[in-house]
């Protein structure tokens, strides 16, 4: 029987080591498996390609049973886990608080527990404002990469 925790394994032992890492696996009720996974400099086509086949290959004939998706995470995905969080260090994020509060800033100090968001406040005819707000992940209801097309 395939399980999350099953392909999981699979995929950890085979990306370690790759600079790839594991962002997500997800097993639906109608048999689909997606695996998501990326890396600092982004994932190609072919590292997608290649987990995908070992997958397969690994489940053997119970791979017939189920459709199996490897990807990257979406631009509009939120952020997962502490890799993520590292690969887009200095970028501009919306943070969701578990309040429902949006703010939006440039991440740093990342750890595997939380990061500092700075937020420039703009005022007509003032300097603008800088603070620097720490947050914990567990304080969080998502993390999203501001998409900018400048």
């Given amino acids: 029987m395939v399980t999350k925790d ?36 982004g994932v190609r086509i072919g ?3 290649s987990l995908s086949r070992f997958i397969s290959n690994e489940l053997g004939d119970e ?3 189920h459709e199996l998706n490897v990807s990257s995470p979406g631009l509009d995905m939120p ?3 502490t890799e993520q969080y590292l690969k887009n260090e200095g970028r501009e994020v919306e943070v969701v ?11 740093h100090n990342v750890t595997s527990g939380g990061f500092d968001l700075r937020v420039v406040r703009k005022q007509k005819g003032k300097e603008p404002e800088t603070t620097v707000t ?17």
């Avoid at 594991?22 to 600092?40: A, K, Y």
């Avoid at 608080?97 to 991440?107: P, V, Y």
């Fill in 6 to 41: 099953h392909i999981r394994k699979l995929v950890e032992d085979h990306i370690s080591g790759t600079g790839i890492f594991l962002v997500d696996v997800r097993l639906s009720s109608t048999g689909r498996i997606t695996v998501l996974i990326d890396r600092p400099e």
């Fill in 47 to 49: 590292d997608c390609a």
């Fill in 134 to 150: 720490s947050f914990n992940n567990e304080d969080l209801k998502s993390v999203r990469v501001k998409i900018s097309f400048k």
């Fill in 97 to 107: 608080t578990n309040e429902g509060e949006k703010i939006n800033g440039i991440m």
């Fill in 63 to 65: 791979a017939e049973e």
């Fill in 79 to 81: 952020l997962l886990v």
